[in-house]
């Protein structure tokens, strides 16, 4: 059965590892619904969130394939219940949208309005990407002119940490 799942992975910043590592999914045909990387608490080692909706069987095997690579120090996979994710999303609008009922919506998702230009507003909302696509489909009837969101910024919930690996 196909779910969504986060794969956590933890590596050596080294040029091309990233190639690597989505070559893996290249040829086994899944794809990436969501990407980030970022450093971790360890000087010099880095974390990829990959973001999948495919089976356990190959989500296994994606895990063992990627900590093959060798710059891969672990891998882990996990399923919703299992990680505290967010995503980031901004939403540019024109200062003209501005009224009222735009205020109440911002109220309404606990969004933020973190710029204001002479001609338009930037709007950021963190959550799950359902909160983030439903802010969107409302915003698209104030003229909304640019839309980007990140990928899934996630925690394991059970208590491993990469320092036994390292």
Do not use: C, W
């Not at 501005?98 to 606990?110: A, T």
């Amino acid at each position: 059965m196909k779910k969504k799942y986060t794969i956590s992975i933890f590596t050596e910043h080294f040029i091309g590892i990233l190639n690597q590592i989505t070559i893996i999914f290249t040829r086994r045909g899944v794809n990436i619904d969501g990407f980030t990387a970022s450093e971790s608490k360890d000087d010099g080692i880095y974390r990829m969130i990959i973001v999948v909706h495919t089976d356990e069987a190959q989500v296994v095997q994606l895990v063992k394939q990627i900590e093959r690579i060798i710059d891969v120090i672990k891998a882990f996979y996990y399923v919703d219940e299992e990680v505290v994710y967010q995503e980031l999303a901004l939403y540019k609008l024109p200062v003209t949208s501005l009224d009222p009922s735009l205020e109440k919506v911002i109220r309404q998702f606990n969004a933020h309005i973190i710029s204001a230009e002479k001609d338009f507003v930037v709007i950021e909302l963190t959550g799950h990407k359902e909160d983030t696509q439903a802010l969107l489909e409302i915003l698209k009837d104030f003229d909304l002119l640019e839309f980007a969101r990140s990928g899934r910024v996630a925690i394991a919930k059970p208590m491993q940490t990469i320092d036994k690996y390292l």
